[in-house]
């Protein structure tokens, strides 16, 4: 898998109503160090949530109709802003806690071994 390919699978995680930095896509994707690659990338794609990526702290970093077009897209998705930056502690996505409370959710559905199930004797 490419850096551009595993850029863009990370990007596509984030789900409507959250947003992300540029330099947490980059670490989620394996690539710590390399948030302009993010944006370059950004700029060659197609068919991405675009709005959803902006800079750290929650800044637009899009200038003129562009970001007034990532707010309002970004407004329409439920994401509330502070003066000029969304509010990140109610909308940043976490990307390890999602892996980690799937796999919480998976050992709730899945039964324990036989050896650490409780009998009625023991």
Same mark, same amino acid.
Not at 36 to 51: E, H, I, K, M, Y
Not at 95 to 105: C, W
């Given at each position: 898998? =490419?850096?551009?390919?595993?850029?863009?699978?990370?990007? +596509? $995680?984030?789900?409507? @109503?959250?947003?992300? =930095?540029? @330099?947490?896509?980059?670490?989620?994707?394996?690539?710590?160090?390399?948030?302009?690659?993010?944006?370059?990338?950004? &700029?060659?794609? !197609?068919?991405?949530?675009?709005?959803?990526?902006? @800079?750290?702290?929650?800044?637009?970093?899009? &200038?003129?109709?562009?970001?007034?077009? *990532?707010?309002?897209?970004?407004?329409?998705?439920?994401? =509330? !802003? +502070?003066?000029?930056?969304?509010?990140?502690?109610?909308?940043? !996505?976490? !990307?390890?806690?999602? $892996?980690?409370?799937?796999?919480?959710? *998976?050992?709730?559905?899945? &039964?324990?071994?036989?050896?650490?199930?409780?009998?009625?004797? @023991?």
């Amino acid at each position: 898998m =490419t850096m551009d390919s595993r850029i863009l699978a990370t990007i +596509r $995680k984030i789900p409507r @109503g959250k947003v992300s =930095t540029y @330099g947490a896509i980059a670490r989620a994707a394996g690539y710590p160090g390399v948030a302009r690659q993010v944006v370059a990338v950004l &700029r060659r794609s !197609f068919d991405v949530p675009w709005q959803r990526i902006l @800079g750290a702290g929650g800044e637009i970093k899009l &200038r003129g109709d562009s970001a007034l077009e *990532q707010r309002l897209r970004l407004e329409s998705e439920g994401v =509330t !802003f +502070r003066g000029r930056r969304v509010d990140m502690k109610r909308h940043e !996505f976490n !990307f390890v806690g999602s $892996k980690r409370k799937a796999k919480q959710d *998976q050992k709730r559905t899945t &039964r324990p071994p036989a050896s650490k199930r409780r009998t009625a004797n @023991g």
